[in-house]
């Protein structure tokens, strides 16, 4: 599970972590490297990366070598056009010989950055489909105008075949329109965009085909669907596996010589079997393989060096069931991870004090850990969107046997914190100094704070009923769970608890989070949404579900209020302690949910409170919002890593830059990473 970053304000923070000489120091860093659209591309440092042993630089290679063969992977998931269109795009930006300082090329390229943002034609976040800036007519004479040779055709297509196929998909708003459909009331497989599913499969179909292979009485279920793509061959659903020799095996084998080189040169013989499980994994396809390698990976906790790699987030499937393929490689920050092990160590603690009802409480929590770290490479649904916290894996029952890994990436958090300082998003949305002022104090802390226990124990705590489905509460459970994580998280922030080991510096700090949370939740998200949109992203769902419930809830004693000033209306918290009270209640009822499968009860909690917008202060919102003239989403760009060798050929070391721009990273990346066919 992950935990997605808030609007852009966050914190502001004033200074950086302690750094190696030959890192960037952080007054010298340039954070921000591109905008368009309603994006701003960002940068990262990875602090520390020179201290570490030259093997130790060699894994981080292998395994950021590793992470970026999956390059093609997600734009396939996302769309069976996606390769064509962004192949297509890119033969035309490097080979027009028209105008290239005419409006329509500018708007082209702003499209084409777009795609590489979304990883293919929808939005990274809302999932709409977005609709180019240029015009058709432009698009089919710059293809026109190019070497065939130099575009994705398929066997015996013509230039004006692909121009015909691909126009709809581009500029027909009505053609795919939704990369994943929420909405209740209809068929979310037929009317998602997304290429987990062939043609001409219905919802009811799919649930049908794993539901049979499902046994109730399975104690250690494997994760039907993670890793494979559901197809009719002449009329029989049948499973298409990821894996070498199958779906996506040239990338995967690609991903698997580097892993194999990661193995020799892996920090201790644990991790040398997390990494030989994985590559048995992609060769198998097989899910008990998976559920082997995901325990073997949970139980390292004595390598400094870590990977995630593979199909783990179910967030794309409307059914949440199939994953995105994702890589993120890192390292521990090991004075930062003080801080999460104090919580990891305490997690008896938490689980015996929550609110929630007794019987769903696990009696011993096993193998919570937990770590700040600092990343060295994004890729697949981790780039060039990025979370800011990972907990894994996600299976219920290796959860509740094995524990969970949760991390919070900090050098991502400072590259926000960075980008923020000054942009005015406070004085515009903040009711006063008083709450401006604690953020400035506290925000970052209480923000990297609420990320540790959202991951840590969020989604760690409670347990499901034996004999409930882990896929029970279908296409509401990605929201209900981000819910019960963030409530968590929420609910011991205010806890003298926190104070007393020393994670916050005194009993008023927990405000910080309350308030920018609920503000973010009733008021400030909505920048995110276009107008006459309703919520469908399921991080965003759960945050304005949190916050309208403890609004509604609140009411009779006036804990939370809106107030106008001046015609434009502002937030205010103003009982803490009976938000706390509030936040404790919902935590009780959704863990009941989760743990009962409750199909109805979370459909009802999500559908009341997480879904409408109120049009009219959404209206406000954004005209306000307009005014500072902010990129609502970031994005990043990796560092780049070369290695160094000496006249015998030997590595003698990996140097770290920080000069490409995202333009270069992404036209690279198609170059060198780019291993699949056009459709798959």
């Given amino acids: 599970m992950k935990k997605i970053t808030l609007i852009c304000m966050t914190s502001m923070l004033m200074a950086g972590a302690t750094t190696s000489a030959s890192t960037p120091p952080v007054e010298n860093f340039k954070y921000t490297v591109d905008k368009f659209a309603d994006i701003e591309i960002l940068r990262y440092r990875v602090p520390d990366f020179e201290t570490l042993s030259l093997k130790q630089k060699e894994l981080i290679y292998f395994l950021n070598q590793a992470a970026l063969e999956g390059h093609d992977i997600l734009y396939d998931q996302n769309n069976k056009h996606n390769l064509c269109i962004r192949r297509t795009l890119e033969a035309v930006y490097i080979n027009y010989k028209g105008d290239r300082k005419s409006e329509e090329f500018a708007q082209f390229t702003t499209y084409l950055k777009r795609v590489w943002m979304g990883t293919g034609i929808h939005h990274h976040y809302s999932e709409d489909k977005f609709v180019p800036g240029f015009t058709a007519a432009f698009f089919k004479k710059a293809v026109k105008s190019i070497d065939a040779k130099k575009l994705p055709l398929s066997k015996g297509e013509t230039v004006d075949a692909l121009i015909t196929k691909l126009t709809p998909v581009l500029f027909d708003p009505t053609v795919y329109p939704k990369r994943t459909n929420q909405a209740a009331g ?242 515009e949305f903040m009711l006063s100094d008083v709450e401006r002022k604690r953020a400035k104090e506290f925000a970052s802390l209480t923000n990297n704070l609420h990320t540790d226990l959202h991951e840590c124990l969020g989604h760690g705590s409670g347990k499901l009923l034996p004999g409930v489905d882990p896929d029970a509460l279908k296409a509401y459970g990605s929201t209900i769970e981000e819910a019960r994580a963030d409530l968590f998280g929420l609910y011991y922030m205010a806890d003298p608890k926190i104070v007393e080991l020393g994670l916050l510096p005194d009993k008023e700090a927990f405000k910080a989070e309350y308030y920018s949370y609920i503000m973010n939740g009733l008021m400030t998200q909505l920048t995110r949404i276009q107008p006459g949109k309703d919520i469908e992203e399921a991080h965003m769902r759960n945050r304005q579900l949190i916050a309208s419930w403890a609004f509604e809830k609140g009411k009779a004693e006036n804990v939370i209020e809106f107030v106008t000033r001046d015609g434009e209306t502002f937030v205010k918290v103003n009982d803490y302690q009976k938000l706390r009270t509030l936040f404790g209640q919902l935590l009780a009822e959704i863990q009941r949910i989760k743990s009962t499968g409750d199909f109805e009860g979370g459909k009802n909690l999500v559908e009341t409170y997480g879904v409408k917008v109120n049009h009219a202060l959404h209206a406000e919102v954004l005209e306000r919002y307009k005014k500072l003239n902010l990129a609502p989403y970031r994005g990043f760009v990796n560092p780049v890593y070369t290695l160094v060798k000496n006249t015998k050929g030997e590595i003698t070391d990996v140097k ?10 992404h036209l690279r990346y198609s170059k060198e990473y780019s291993s699949l066919p056009t459709y798959n």
């Avoid at 559920?291 to 060096?305: G, M």
């Avoid at 794309?316 to 991870?337: C, H, Q, R, Y």
């Avoid at 770290?656 to 990273?665: A, H, K, R």
């Fill in 186 to 427: 209809v068929d979310l497989i037929k009317t998602s965009a997304n290429n987990y599913y062939g043609d001409n499969i219905t919802q009811a179909e799919v649930e049908a085909f794993y539901d049979k292979m499902k046994n109730p009485n399975d104690k250690e279920p494997v994760s039907y669907g993670l890793n494979s793509k559901l197809v009719k061959e002449k009329g029989v659903l049948v499973e298409k596996t990821y894996k070498v020799g199958g779906l996506y095996g040239k990338a995967i084998a690609r991903i698997v010589g580097w892993l194999e080189k990661a193995a020799t040169v892996a920090e201790n013989d644990k991790q040398k079997d997390v990494i030989n499980s994985l590559t048995e994994f992609y060769k198998t396809g097989s899910l008990k393989t998976y559920d082997e390698y995901s325990i073997k990976w949970v139980k390292d906790l004595a390598s400094q060096v870590d990977f995630v790699n593979g199909f783990t987030e179910t967030y794309g499937d409307p059914l949440g069931m199939k994953a995105s393929w994702e890589s993120i490689v890192n390292f521990k920050n090991i004075e930062a991870t003080k801080r999460t092990q104090i919580i990891s160590s305490n997690a008896q603690w938490f689980e015996d004090h929550s609110p929630i009802d007794a019987k769903f409480k696990k009696e011993t929590v096993k193998g919570v850990s937990a770590k700040v770290i600092t990343a060295t490479i994004l890729a697949g649904d981790c780039y060039p969107a990025t979370p800011i916290g990972v907990n894994l894996p996600n299976s219920n029952w290796i959860r509740h046997e094995y524990g969970s890994k949760s991390v919070t990436i900090e050098n991502i958090t400072e590259a926000y914190d960075q980008a923020s300082l000054g942009n005015g998003f406070a004085e």
């Fill in 656 to 665: 770290i830059s920080y000069n490409e721009n995202y333009i270069d990273q």
